[in-house]
Nanobody, 124 residues
């Protein structure tokens, strides 16, 4: 089992920035593909950004140009730099991980390890 711990959430004004971190530990035996998902009450969880074990990154259309995902493979930490935040970005952000490469980057069932989530609130 891979244990994931998110940090860096908080409250910010519209147009502000936050950086989330996700630290992976535990039974890591190969390179991890990692992703950020987010969820607001009453809505389905949606994929935001992913960085695959082999390197490529992907983003949801709603965050392209504003969010940047990266990973320190030596430390197994994933980051999400969020700039120009909008009220619609308010959500609980979850980190997800798996060994190998998912078939679809933002399919929840492709990831078998999840963090507890961190709240991001953007105020207008």
């Amino acid at each position: 089992q891979v244990h994931l711990v998110e940090s860096g959430g908080g409250s910010v004004d519209v147009g502000g920035s936050l950086t989330l971190s996700c630290a992976a530990s535990g039974r890591i035996y190969d390179a991890l593909s990692m992703a950020w998902f987010r969820q607001v009450p009453g809505k389905e969880r949606e994929g935001v950004a992913a960085v695959l074990s082999v390197g490529p990154t992907s983003y949801a259309d709603s965050v392209k140009g504003r969010f940047t995902v990266s990973k320190d493979a030596t430390k197994n930490i994933m980051y999400l730099r969020m700039d120009n935040l909008e009220p619609g970005d308010s959500a609980v952000y979850y980190c997800a991980a798996r060994h190998g490469v998912p078939i679809e980057d933002f399919e929840e069932d492709q990831y078998n390890n999840w963090g507890q989530g961190t709240q991001v609130t953007v105020s207008s």
